[in-house]
Structures are given as C-alpha cells and as structure tokens.
C-alpha cells in the first residue's frame, strides 16, 4: 500500500471552500498558507485513501457536518488573520507616528540650539553695547566735569 495515497480528507473540503471564496486573487501566498493552517488545525482529522470512497460511504447528515466544520473553521481563521493584519498595520502606524515625532523632536532641540545660540551672542553684543555707552556716559561725564571745571577757574 503506498502512503501517499492516504490523505486528510478536511484538506480537501477546506481547499475547495477557499477557492470557492476567491481569497487566492485578493490575498498573500503568506496569507494563504496561514489560513490552511488555522482552519486544520481546527478541524479534527478523517484520514481516506480515495475522495471517491467519501460519497459512497457517507451519509448526506455526516457530509454536511464536515462542511459546517469547515465553514466555521476557515471563517474563524479568516476572523483571526484579518485581526492580526489590523493590528500589525496598527503598531506600524504607531512606530510610523513614533519616528516622526522623534524626528520633530529632534528637530525641535536643533531650533531650540541655535535659537539659544543666538540668543547668548544678542545677550554678549547687549552687553558689549552697554559697556560701550558706560564708557561713553563716563566719557561724556569726564568731558562735562573738564568743561565744568575750566569755566569756573
């Protein structure tokens, strides 16, 4: 007996309720592959040799409690994956938010250096300006007092 013809017959009801869902043209191989994934490990398992033999041997109740299986099964990890995707695109949004005001930020410290930059050179120019008019007052002062002292003699 060749075990390759042995088989887990809910691969194939959940490949075919996935392709009947179109999901291949409208999702990722990633995707894809994940979402077999979920559903079968769901799911439990019912090894056959041949598809054929399912029809003959099942009952119509038994066939349709396999396919409500599978439909909860593929619908809940579609649920499950789609969630995921939402949140991994919400924390990339953070991180994109994140950067950015790191960056801002950033900027910010080197506007807010050069701005106290300047602001140390206004402040060593204002004080060079009133050292220079102190002198000048004291010139002037000196001038009055000289010419102040001339006219009285």
Known sequence: MALSEIH???????????DALELVSTRSDDYI???YCL?????????IRHSVDMYFYMSDEKRQDMEAKVIYAVTSAISWLDNEL????????????????????????????AAEKKARKAALIAAELAKQAKHAKEALVDTE?????????
């Open 8 to 18: 887990n017959y809910y691969e194939d009801l959940v490949r075919k309720y996935i």
């Open 33 to 35: 592959a994940d979402l």
């Open 39 to 47: 559903a079968l490990n769901q799911l439990p398992v019912h090894y």
């Open 86 to 113: 939402k949140e991994k695109n919400k924390l990339k949004t953070l991180e994109e938010q994140h950067k950015k005001a790191e960056e801002e930020a950033r900027i910010a410290q080197t506007e807010a250096a």
């Open 145 to 153: 007092t000289h010419q102040g002292g001339m006219s009285t003699d």
